[in-house]
């Protein structure tokens, strides 16, 4: 499997050299030649699989021969036995034909397990096989950095540098980051916010001569194709579990960078007979006024109570641009340029057409939120998180513009985000699970340093 960039203007790449390479030299972002596609006979022999065996028959095509086929799936059972559930993506069901798919039975509470605990196994089997390392750095709103430190924490070809905004994210997320003690994980608060984390970020990636000879920056953020990848898993494996391919299923996911709702996409794309995505935002509504006013636009933060959500921009929109515009790399490149330089982005008619087939939106703010815990509290006595209450909330919406069932995807475990449980005024406190249960006893670990790039490049080279 070959992979080109979004702007079309970079080199090829093989499955090994996307998964090291973040953004790719023209500044897109890299995506499949072309997509494996299923059949509707194939899909249907998979329904009696376990997770990683489905796991496996949706990912070798896109990994091919990067890596043998027994370490392929020695790599995926070995992820997925972190998970403390046997079913590993259990579905739950809230009203006739509405269910919630929990995406957080794994080591760090977040979907973003999913793909993480994946890639750092991958990251070492390939550096290994290379005998090289590498330096991750990346920034966090609070739940991709547990988890690629989780991920990537017994990988002994990789330093692993994350940058959080100093006091804002919560307690629990902090901790999980900070109270991994080892060698090669690094955690760094940031005087600033998390866009100013991510800028500090961007910039190290562009000019990397801070770092010693032969050493290089991989990105775990959602632009590493390993992770959409990983995450196109789940909607077979419940779809499936709900009839599919004899039925449609549509599902509602709550949304940031648009990498969990563009794995969904793809496995459209790929077969699954999906009647429709649901994009559910916070007030941080920029894909939500691309679908319902065609007006792509950054706007001003606005901290929620969903903040792994709390996005102006989101980057994997341009994998979805790419489509929209029948992959013509050199017009996407004009657009994300006027783009950066604040234009917004109007999607000619027949593009905008296409993506309101495939997709349905809603914007949920805090309000609406707390709500939606509560309400469904009160129905069923299950107490979602603010992620899943905004996907929840969409979902439940969306139901009227659809015929089968509801899937919404559970993004994060509620004893994460306590503070909108606690608003919410259920009943109930979310306790963390039996692994975590002394998380705020445990030690922690990290820097907090001034908002600068010389700061996090200097930090670096003295922890090499
Ligand atoms: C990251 C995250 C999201 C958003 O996912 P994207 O792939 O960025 O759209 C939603 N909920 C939770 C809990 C997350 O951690």
């Known amino acids: 499997m070959k992979y080109i960039s979004t702007r079309g203007d970079a080199p090829v790449l093989d499955f090994e050299e996307a998964v090291l390479t973040g953004l790719a030299s023209d500044g897109g972002l890299y995506v499949p030649e072309h997509l494996p596609k299923f059949d509707v006979a194939q899909i249907a022999s998979w329904s009696g699989l376990s997770y990683p065996e489905l796991a496996f028959e949706i990912m070798h095509p896109f990994i091919g021969d990067a890596l043998p086929v027994d370490e392929q799936k020695r790599l995926i059972d070995e992820t997925y036995a972190e998970f403390r559930h046997t079913a590993i993506a259990p579905l739950v069901q809230m009203d006739h034909e509405l269910w919630i798919l929990e995406l957080f039975h794994g080591p760090t509470l977040a979907f973003k397990d999913f793909a993480l605990q994946f890639l750092g196994r991958l990251l070492e089997h390939i550096l290994e096989k290379r ?8 920034a966090t709103s609070g739940d991709t950095g547990s988890a690629a430190i989780e991920g990537c924490r017994h990988c002994a070809n990789v330093d692993i540098f994350i940058l959080h905004p100093h006091n804002r994210v919560s307690d629990v997320q902090r901790r999980q980051m900070t109270t991994v003690i080892e060698d090669n ?3 760094i608060a940031i005087e600033g916010n998390f866009d100013d984390c991510q800028n500090i970020v961007k910039a190290a990636f562009a000019d990397q ?9 991989v990105a775990v953020n959602s632009i590493n194709w390993a992770r959409i990848m990983a995450q196109i898993v789940y909607y077979f494996y419940s779809a499936l579990a709900l009839g599919a391919p004899g039925k449609k299923v549509s599902f509602a996911v709550p949304t940031g960078n648009f990498g969990d709702v563009f794995a969904g996409y793809l496995a459209k794309n790929m077969g699954l007979p999906i009647e429709r995505l649901v ?5 941080n509504d920029i894909l939500h006024r691309s679908l319902s006013s065609n007006d792509y636009s950054k706007g001003e933060l606005i901290q929620s109570l969903s903040p792994s959500m709390d996005i102006m921009i989101s ?7 790419f489509d929209l515009y029948d992959r013509d790399g050199s017009k996407l490149k004009a657009i994300m340029q006027d783009f950066n330089k604040g234009a917004a982005i109007q ?24 709500a939606a815990i509560t309400e469904q509290f009160e129905n069923t006595e299950y107490l979602m998180d603010p992620h899943t209450a905004i996907g929840f909330e969409a979902g439940r919406l969306a139901q009227k ?10 993004t994060a475990h509620p004893a994460k985000f306590a503070e909108a449980v606690e608003r919410s005024g259920v009943d109930s406190k979310a306790d963390l ?26 930090l670096i080279q003295r922890s090499l």
């Open 279 to 283: 994009i559910a935002t916070n007030s």
């Open 209 to 217: 001569s801070f770092l010693p000879e032969g050493r290089q920056l």
């Open 185 to 187: 994980v690094f955690n």
């Open 433 to 458: 699970p039996h692994h975590l249960s002394d998380l705020m006893e445990r030690p922690e670990h990290y820097e907090v340093i001034d908002n600068s790039l010389a700061c996090v490049q200097e």
């Open 401 to 410: 513009y659809v015929s089968g069932p509801m899937v919404c995807l559970s």
């Open 347 to 370: 999607l000619p008619e027949q593009a905008l057409a296409r993506a309101r087939e495939l997709f349905l939106s809603a914007r949920i703010d805090d309000d609406q939120t707390i």
């Open 315 to 321: 980057s994997n929109y341009e994998r979805l641009l």
């Open 131 to 138: 005998g090289q390392k590498v330096v991750i750095l990346g």
